[in-house]
């Protein structure tokens, strides 16, 4: 399955500043960039670019999303059904996930740094 990534201006191609901007993270040069840019646009269209390489992992984002929000639609309809206690419950719950993710959050973040530390070259 290929993900297909749209043109992130209005002129409806997507160009090597335009990628350069967004995937831009200080550790790849330039160069690298460009070349990462036309090995993903096999057929240098600028109209789409095809990330093969990416979907598998966007597929697994993907997928966890889906079921975030299924989670949270089948509580808000059972929230709505709910006796006092049953919402005060869900509003708990609610409260401990969302500081769950926040510290899951912090967490990513200093991977990202760390790994991103790493992948520089010595000085």
């Known amino acids: 399955i290929s993900v297909v990534l749209c043109c992130l201006s209005d002129d409806g191609k997507l160009s090597f500043d335009e990628f350069n901007a967004y ?3 200080g550790i790849l040069t330039t160069e690298e960039l460009q070349e990462l840019f036309y090995s993903l646009d096999g057929q240098q269209n600028k109209y ?3 990330f093969g390489g990416f979907s598998r992992h966007l597929i697994h ?5 889906v079921a975030i929000l299924e989670a949270m639609n ?3 309809k059972e929230y709505q059904d709910s006796s006092v206690l049953g919402q005060f419950v869900t509003r708990f719950m609610l409260r401990e996930t969302s500081s769950q993710l926040l510290s899951l959050q ?3 973040q200093c991977a990202m740094e760390a790994v991103e530390e790493q992948s520089r070259p010595a000085p």
């Open 61 to 65: 984002r993907r997928i966890l999303n």
């Open 74 to 76: 089948k509580t808000k």
């Open 48 to 50: 789409t670019m095809i």
């Open 106 to 108: 912090m967490s990513l």
């Open 23 to 25: 995937f831009a993270d």
